[in-house]
């Protein structure tokens, strides 16, 4: 199988090669699958983003798209983009954008009304936005247009900066579906994001930058049956019936464990969402249905709070 990204050694210096936003950084992204990547402020995400996009030139080392520099003509051809900042041209209504980006693709100039409605349609944006100008837009709005406009040159290669911002929940669940149909079609999409557990739910992988350098790569479906935990929490009136015994058991014949149970909480060890409404389930048929049963902190969230733990401790 063909890479659909690879970087090797890729090091990009600021101020004279006194800042080194990208440090060697290697890696490879294979292609329709959804990589994500994640990381503190200042650890290189935006920069990478940046020489994907060919706005910013490495200092050494290599970056190739499906085997061609980044910012070959070809590539652009077929590489769709949403930025976190979206500043388009607000004098434009939302259909004008469309017309006007379609230019930019070099698609005929008169591309057909029903392709762009039926992308705006795709991503929910209300019919009477399309006549509406951007500058009256709400954050949600603007991001849904800029999917749009993203998709528009049905793009071998997505790259998305916090493509779920100012999104409500809808809107979150609609932009995970939308990205699985892309993944189907065989497109490869880029993820630039800090909302860990959106990113858990739909990326094949994910990698940890850290001053320029992958520090971790974790194969989310693998991360999901390791680091899966459900947190489970009584009220205090249930001190009575609520024991360990009648916990575990529960648990346990719902396939998953006890990792500690401490009354009014608990944390399960769990693998999916179908185990998780199991427990669930299943204590309410002993009686012992928790007020509240919630995910706990992911595994990527845990690899940012021992990041940030290893920096405050001043460990390198």
């Known amino acids: 199988m063909s890479t659909a990204i690879s970087a090797v050694d890729l090091t990009k210096e600021f101020a004279s090669g006194r800042v080194k936003a990208l440090n060697k950084l290697t890696l490879s992204i294979e292609p329709g699958e959804i990589f994500g990547i994640i990381g503190p402020n200042g650890a290189g995400k935006t920069t990478?983003?940046?020489?994907?996009?060919?706005?910013?030139?490495?200092?050494?080392?290599?970056?190739l798209i499906d085997g061609k520099n980044p910012d070959d003509i070809e590539v652009h051809r077929w590489l769709g983009y949403l930025p976190e900042r979206l500043e388009f041209t607000k004098w434009m209504t939302g259909m004008e954008l469309m017309k006007f980006h379609a230019g930019l693709l070099n698609q005929p100039a008169k591309t057909p009304d029903t392709k762009i409605e039926q992308l705006l349609e795709r991503v929910q944006l209300d019919r009477p936005a399309w006549t509406r100008k951007i500058k009256n837009y709400s954050r949600g709005m603007l991001q849904r247009v800029g999917m749009a406009q993203a998709l528009l040159g049905e793009p071998r290669l997505l790259l998305l900066d916090e493509p779920s911002s100012g999104l409500d929940p809808v809107g979150v669940k609609l932009f995970q579906q939308l990205l699985r149909e892309e993944k189907a079609k065989g497109t490869t999409i880029v993820i630039n994001s800090h909302q860990l557990d959106q990113l858990e739910k739909i990326c094949d992988r994910v990698a940890f930058i850290k001053s320029g350098i992958v520090q971790t790569l974790e194969v989310m479906k693998d991360t999901v049956a390791r680091d899966g935990l459900l947190a489970l929490k009584w009220s205090l009136e249930a001190n009575e019936k609520v024991t360990s015994e009648l916990v575990e058991k529960a648990v346990a014949d719902a396939g998953a464990t006890v990792q500690t149970f401490e009354f009014p909480t608990a944390l399960v060890n769990i693998s999916g969402e179908e185990m998780s409404a199991r427990v669930i389930s299943n204590l309410a048929l002993a009686g012992v249905a928790p007020a509240q049963a919630f995910p706990n902190e992911g595994r990527l969230e845990s690899i940012f709070l021992q990041s940030a733990t290893s920096d405050s401790r001043g460990t390198p």
């Open 48 to 63: 990478f983003m940046s020489c994907l996009l060919g706005a910013l030139y490495p200092t050494s080392g290599t970056l």
